[in-house]
């Protein structure tokens, strides 16, 4: 039986052998995973900045009444060109003429009452010269004549004032532009200083954009921003920066610039729709991949490269610019790097790759 014992552990040995023979040649392989792939290659390009903004005027302001009243009148609307002088609406002026006329009648009065002072005067001093009156009847009369000569010319006041506020119940134009907003209507009672007519003096013209707050950390400043008409490119002008917000507009993130235009065609009109373009110096190399092969990490841009023939590599890389066919990496990847572009999204680290290049048909 003792002689059995060993035989009995090399047949069991053998046969774990065998199993485990079995096992590993049933194994299967990693299967690659099938990608498509360019070779990084490097463009040339110039750093463009394409911004919408609208043509405004440079010198803006607002009329208004400068008396109270119903507004009776309203000749002109918003978009209306107008002239200095142009009448733009009216107000009743019944008020204002009864205070002109009950001003004019005290004037006629005082004038009068001028006029009996000045004789009674003139009569006193006569006699005083020959001796015929007393010195206290004299005096009397030349504080009479100064009393009413102080009477018109406080009532001649009160003329102009009257006149003046008559004159106030037309509101009239006092340069030429256009109507931007309009807030009365006839029948409308107003106060004195309540806005009636926005207004757009005619002359220099402003570009306005809203700009993101990065584009203005930059160090470079550009003396001189293109701008041209949306609806037609080839109407443009020169705009430079000319101020800019020192607020940003919390609900965009982004500042208000205003470029001065230098002699902006007549095509370019107030509310008219513009493209700045801001084009760099010099221009800079850098590779051109498509966007298929553009995936995420932590939040950052990155690429899968191909390396040692079939090995998948994640790799972070900076975006010099976005654009519409393709994306420009300023670094991360070198020139002739194989960068997977179709089936990027399900490759895993360290995973082997069937890769095959891709063709112009396939771009």
């Given at each position: 039986m003792?002689?059995?014992?060993?035989?009995?552990?090399?047949?069991?040995?053998?046969?774990?052998?065998?199993?485990?023979?079995?096992?590993?040649?049933?194994t299967?392989?990693?299967?690659?995973?099938?990608?498509?792939?360019?070779?990084?290659?490097?463009?040339?390009?110039?750093?463009?900045?394409?911004?919408?903004?609208?043509?405004?005027?440079r010198?803006?302001?607002?009329?208004?009444f400068?008396?109270?009243?119903?507004?009776?009148?309203?000749?002109?609307?918003?978009?209306?060109?107008v002239?200095?002088?142009?009448?733009?609406?009216?107000?009743?002026?019944?008020?204002?003429?009864?205070?002109?006329?009950?001003?004019?009648?005290?004037?006629?009065?005082?004038?009068?009452?001028?006029?009996?002072?000045t004789?009674?005067?003139?009569?006193?001093?006569?006699?005083l010269?020959?001796?015929?009156?007393?010195?206290?009847?004299?005096?009397?009369?030349?504080?009479t004549l100064?009393?009413?000569?102080?009477?018109?010319?406080?009532?001649?006041?009160?003329?102009?004032?009257?006149?003046?506020?008559?004159?106030?119940?037309v509101?009239?134009?006092?340069?030429?532009?256009?109507?931007?907003?309009?807030?009365?209507?006839?029948?409308?009672?107003?106060?004195?200083?309540?806005?009636?007519?926005?207004?757009?003096?005619?002359?220099?013209?402003d570009?306005?954009?809203?700009?993101?707050?990065?584009l203005?950390?930059?160090?470079?400043k550009?003396?001189?921003?293109e701008?041209?008409?949306?609806?037609?490119?080839?109407?443009?002008?020169?705009?430079?920066i000319?101020?800019?917000?020192?607020?940003?507009?919390?609900?965009?993130?982004?500042?208000?610039?205003?470029?001065?235009?230098?002699?902006?065609p007549?095509?370019?009109?107030?509310?008219?729709a513009v493209?700045?373009?801001?084009?760099?110096?010099?221009?800079?190399?850098?590779?051109?991949?498509?966007?298929?092969?553009?995936?995420?990490?932590?939040?950052?841009?990155a690429v899968?490269?191909?390396?040692?023939?079939?090995?998948?590599?994640?790799?972070?890389?900076?975006?010099?610019?976005?654009?519409t066919?393709d994306?420009?990496?300023?670094?991360?990847?070198?020139e002739?790097?194989?960068?997977?572009?179709?089936?990027?999204?399900?490759?895993?680290?360290?995973?082997?790759?069937d890769?095959?290049?891709?063709?112009?048909?396939?771009?």
């Amino acid at each position: 039986m003792r002689n059995d014992r060993p035989t009995a552990l090399a047949a069991a040995l053998a046969a774990l052998l065998a199993i485990s023979g079995c096992t590993d040649e049933k194994t299967p392989t990693e299967t690659p995973v099938p990608v498509h792939f360019v070779e990084a290659k490097a463009k040339t390009f110039e750093k463009t900045v394409s911004l919408t903004g609208t043509i405004v005027a440079r010198n803006t302001s607002t009329y208004s009444f400068e008396t109270g009243g119903r507004v009776t009148d309203v000749f002109v609307d918003v978009g209306d060109q107008v002239e200095p002088g142009t009448v733009l609406a009216k107000i009743e002026p019944t008020q204002q003429q009864a205070d002109v006329a009950s001003a004019k009648a005290k004037v006629d009065s005082a004038e009068a009452s001028l006029a009996q002072a000045t004789a009674a005067f003139e009569r006193q001093r006569q006699l005083l010269a020959k001796g015929f009156t007393t010195r206290s009847d004299y005096d009397t009369a030349e504080q009479t004549l100064a009393s009413a000569q102080s009477t018109l010319n406080t009532a001649k006041s009160d003329l102009v004032t009257a006149n003046k506020s008559l004159s106030d119940t037309v509101l009239r134009s006092d340069a030429k532009g256009v109507i931007t907003s309009r807030s009365v209507d006839p029948g409308q009672v107003v106060t004195a200083a309540q806005s009636a007519f926005g207004f757009a003096k005619s002359g220099a013209l402003d570009a306005v954009f809203k700009i993101q707050e990065q584009l203005l950390i930059s160090e470079r400043k550009p003396s001189a921003i293109e701008v041209a008409l949306v609806e037609d490119p080839s109407v443009k002008a020169i705009g430079r920066i000319r101020e800019v917000s020192p607020l940003i507009d919390s609900s965009t993130g982004t500042v208000q610039v205003k470029l001065g235009l230098e002699n902006p065609p007549q095509k370019m009109t107030l509310g008219s729709a513009v493209v700045g373009r801001e084009t760099g110096d010099a221009p800079e190399k850098a590779i051109s991949l498509p966007w298929s092969s553009l995936i995420e990490k932590d939040g950052k841009p990155a690429v899968w490269v191909v390396q040692d023939g079939d090995k998948a590599k994640l790799t972070e890389i900076a975006i010099a610019a976005y654009r519409t066919d393709d994306i420009l990496v300023a670094s991360g990847i070198e020139e002739g790097a194989r960068v997977v572009t179709d089936g990027s999204q399900l490759v895993l680290p360290g995973a082997r790759l069937d890769p095959v290049a891709e063709t112009s048909e396939a771009k």
